[in-house]
């Protein structure tokens, strides 16, 4: 215990004393350049130099003490070296007693050290010391130079030389390297003397610069590197490229960093190099500039000049169109005068100036592969930009630049990832390989990214199609991290960022809920933030991933309703799909909708017609003015329709209820001239059922079909099978290929069949075609198996009688017409009031019976096809429409004109 007691009191002592060596060395160094003597030192007991600063009297006594050991005479003046960091002891700080020692030993070596350095006269003191533990240390003299010192200052080329002159061949660097004490790298080499590109002779006595010029040669001549381009510095000549670390000796490369290429092209002169500087001051009109001396600018200053413009956001203008035509004549006449950054600037200036002449950006794309090597991801990224943002077809300069970012894209950072996915997917110029190494180099690093990069990329990828899971899996856990944690970048986000960022994520179909709920929250309480276009973004990517909550649709609806004259057709359009697709009813939202639609159906495409009549037929909102506008701007659009959405529109006109048999011989004409290869078997399926429900018979359609699905009948679902073939039944056509191919298919879907009642009774129905009207030898013996099925669904799927068809029936009774209501056949039929002895029988056609049109109701393919299997069963038919009965119910002639239903009757 004493043991360890006492070494700990000699560490204490020891620390005490290593911290008066510290004075005495700072106290030395001023008493060097003022001459101080060693004797005066000690004479007194606590020496004071002329700064003020008081030597402890116990330092100098240990410096006597070695004198008197060893030493012939103390030094005339103390050495400004510092504690060596090279003489230390081999030993290491150990935990108890021993490594007390070895920490005394250390201190103890500091303190002779600060004391016997270098020596100011040629006599020096002895070579040699040796004092109780303490190692063995050979004192050289030399004469103190500060570093930036007039001495130094005047010596430069003995600079190198003062700096290694503390170094002893025994010391070894240990820690931290101080190179201005101790020995160079091993990768120091001397001063020497080069070349450039221009065959100026150059001296590298600081060695490379650091960073990211390293190894690349000497900076480019009198323009620097700064970056360009939209959100980074200016571009300019000058001192701002050159060297301007700090460091004596030069840093290693990294393995990552690329080498730079030397700047193309003559030397510029004084002049264009006082131009740019002129040009990059802010308070210099531009315009101005280029009007007085534009005959003295050269590529560079134009370039410089463009990107100044467009920074300051200067309106366009006669004299920036006349520079930016000045610039396109230049870059064709001499590309040597521009590099790659110019040539980025001058397509993005353009760009952001919103010049109509496109010149330059040709002459941009004609002279980027002379100047490909000097690309850097910044001028790769902003060129792509440029020419995406103005739709200038490209393909080669997309081609070539995203081939030359393959290999940079460990350079690229956040907003140059972001910028070149952009401009891909907007100009439909995707690179797989490119697109992989953006998404890995994302993924490294994600945690540098800002709102807009990251919505920018997920959006690119998704607009692309080009799956990237493991980056939509990254950026969906970083978003829920941020807003768990109310991060600063969660605070962020803007309304369009997620808009763009839940768009995207319901493009690809990724569905993750913890990143839906969190941005459901937030946007909630911002939804005034929102233009319409994100609010559109926003209602569809929820209702299709199926992540609707009325909480949130409410919410959205309040925001919608008063700032719909705001909408384009898109935005229409996507917001009652959003709407329908959710379930979600909102009345007032779809009459504004329908209002604002039908003043704006001049500006609605082919998709956004088929969607607002879908939305519409789907909430069943009852709106006949906007589907008979509907239908006139698509007969209007001709052929640029796609498959789907004729399917879409057809399948929507039939869901609504709605008669247009002049659009529906225009969809039947249109996919007879471009072939049903592009329909799949959806399409086909809804097709089929559309033209069945509005019984528009169709021969050469239906025949074009019938050879199609057979094609496609494995990716048919129970419920696709079942409406087309009702369709077919319905219209009377017979396909027995078709027929064939479905009666194979269909047992594999009959579990779940069992389960779709509609399904069900349409295959009864079908069942009662196949055996009253055309048989089939396949098909039916697959449908008798499981009739009692589809026979109950039937029943189930009958319709009570209304209070208009009691009341006829009342009225019949009393004019003496002996009949039964809701009589049901041996077949299965239901028949409104029959009189089974006669086999006649009166239907009542209510509104479901019908279709409404401009051309007043007609029957829709249901109710033709009861009548066509009543009538090959024997039974004698009369109807009794709706729109008949009421007005005559409400003048009470009613009798009149059931006497003359029961004569047709008799008649027929």
């Not at 001051?281 to 500039?289: A, G, I």
């Not at 534009?294 to 956001?313: D, P, S």
């Amino acid at each position: 215990m004493s043991q360890t007691t006492n070494a700990g009191v000699a560490a204490t002592l020891m620390r005490r004393r290593a911290t008066a060596a510290c004075r005495v060395n700072a106290c030395a160094r001023r008493m060097a350049s003022r001459s101080i003597s060693a004797p005066r030192i000690a004479a007194c007991d606590d020496a004071t130099c002329s700064s003020g600063r008081v030597v402890p009297a116990f330092a100098l006594a240990t410096a006597a003490q070695f004198d008197a050991n060893g030493s012939s005479a103390l030094p005339c003046t103390y050495s400004a070296a510092p504690v060596s960091r090279w003489s230390r002891g081999e030993g290491r700080q150990k935990s108890g007693a021993s490594g007390s020692k070895t920490l005394a030993r250390q201190k103890s070596s500091q303190i002779a050290r600060a004391a016997i350095r270098a020596e100011e006269s040629s006599q020096a003191s002895s070579p040699a010391l040796r004092i109780a533990r303490f190692e063995r240390i050979e004192a050289t003299p030399r004469p103190f130079v500060r570093a930036g010192s007039p001495e130094a200052r005047g010596q430069p080329e003995r600079q190198t030389q003062l700096a290694m002159s503390s170094w002893r061949p025994g010391d070894a660097p240990r820690g931290r390297r101080d190179y201005r004490d101790g020995p160079p790298p091993q990768n120091y080499y001397p001063p020497q003397r080069y070349d450039d590109r221009r065959g100026r002779s150059r001296s590298r006595d600081r060695g490379p610069p650091p960073g990211r010029y390293e190894d690349r040669g000497p900076p480019g001549p009198g323009y620097g590197y700064q970056r360009g381009g939209p959100g980074y510095g200016n571009q300019g000549y000058g001192r701002q490229g050159g060297y301007q670390g700090r460091d004596v000796y030069p840093r290693e490369r990294r393995r990552d960093q690329p080498i730079r290429k030397g700047r193309i092209g003559p030397r510029p002169s004084r002049e264009c190099i006082a131009l740019n500087r002129e040009l990059t001051n802010p308070r210099t009109d531009v315009l101005q500039l280029f009007d007085r001396r534009g005959h003295e600018f050269n590529g560079v200053n134009l370039a410089t000049a463009i990107y100044q413009l467009a920074k300051r956001r200067v309106k366009n203008t006669e004299a920036v169109e006349r520079m930016l035509e000045r610039a396109a004549e230049r870059i064709n006449s001499d590309v040597s005068e521009f590099d790659a950054r110019a040539l980025a600037n001058c397509a993005w200036g353009a760009v952001k100036l919103e010049s109509s002449n496109m010149r330059i950006l040709d002459a941009v794309a004609d002279a980027t592969p002379r100047v490909l090597e000097d690309f850097n991801p910044q001028a790769i990224a902003n060129t792509l930009w440029a020419f995406a943002t103005k739709d200038v077809a490209a393909p080669e300069l997309f081609e070539t630049l995203s081939t030359a970012a393959l290999p940079l894209m460990d350079r690229f950072n956040a907003q140059d990832l972001g910028n070149t996915a952009w401009a891909c997917a907007k100009a439909d110029k995707c690179d797989s390989r490119l697109f992989q190494r953006i998404e890995a180099q994302c993924c490294r690093t994600l945690h540098k990214f800002e709102p807009q990069n990251i919505s920018n990329v997920v959006w690119s990828f998704a607009t692309a199609g080009i799956p990237a899971p493991n980056l939509f899996r990254a950026v969906a856990d970083g978003i829920v991290e941020d807003g768990r944690r109310n991060s600063h970048r969660w605070r962020r986000f803007n309304a369009q960022a997620f808009a763009n960022l839940v768009w995207a994520y319901a493009t690809v179909k990724h569905d993750h809920p913890q990143m839906f709920d969190v941005i459901e929250h937030a946007a909630i309480q911002c939804f005034d933030q929102f233009d319409p276009q994100n609010l559109a973004n926003f209602a569809w990517a929820y209702a299709t991933v199926e992540r609707a909550s009325p909480q949130l649709f409410g919410a959205l609806a309040q925001a919608l309703l008063p700032r719909l004259d705001d909408f384009i057709a898109e935005g229409l359009s996507s917001t009652a799909w959003a709407y329908a697709k959710a379930g979600i009813a909102a009345p007032a939202l779809f009459r504004e909708i329908a209002k604002n639609a039908q003043a704006k159906l001049g500006s609605f495409n082919h998709q956004a017609l088929a969607n607002v009549a879908w939305a519409f037929a789907a909430a069943d909102v009852h709106a006949p003015e906007l589907f008979d506008a509907i239908a006139e701007t698509a007969l209007s659009q001709g052929e640029r329709f796609n498959s789907q959405d004729l399917a879409n529109l057809a399948q929507a006109f039939s869901n609504a209820r709605r008669s247009s048999p002049k659009l529906f011989d225009f969809i039947a004409k249109t996919c007879l001239q471009r072939g049903l290869g592009a329909f799949n078997s959806q399409d086909l399926a809804n097709t089929a059922f559309a033209f069945g429900t509005a019984g528009h018979a169709s021969r050469e359609l239906f025949d074009a079909i019938g050879e199609a699905a057979p094609r496609s009948i494995g990716s048919f679902t129970g419920q696709g099978l079942a409406n087309t073939l009702w369709a077919y039944c319905v219209l009377g056509v017979d396909a027995p290929a078709f027929f064939t191919a479905a009666a194979e298919a269909l047992p594999a879907h009959i579990d779940r069949l069992r389960e779709d009642f509609a399904a069900s009774s349409q295959l009864y129905q079908v069942f009662l075609y196949l055996q009253i009207e055309s048989p089939h030898q396949k098909l039916l013996p697959v449908l008798a198996e499981h009739r009692q099925i589809w026979l109950d669904a039937f029943w189930n799927d009958s319709i009570r009688p209304s209070q208009s068809q009691l009341g006829v029936s009342h009225a019949l009774n009393v004019l003496g017409w002996d009949h039964e209501d809701e009589l049901r056949t041996e077949d299965g039929l239901s028949l409104d009031m029959a009189n089974s002895s006669t086999k006649t029988v009166v239907e009542f056609d209510g509104p479901t019976h019908y279709l409404q049109g401009p051309d007043g109701p007609s029957l829709d393919g249901r109710t033709h096809f009861k009548r066509r299997l009543l009538a090959r069963l024997g039974w004698t038919c009369a109807a009794v429409p709706y729109f008949e009965w009421d007005p005559l119910l409400a003048s009470g002639a009613t009798e009149p004109y059931l006497r003359g239903v029961l004569a047709r009757l008799k008649s027929e």
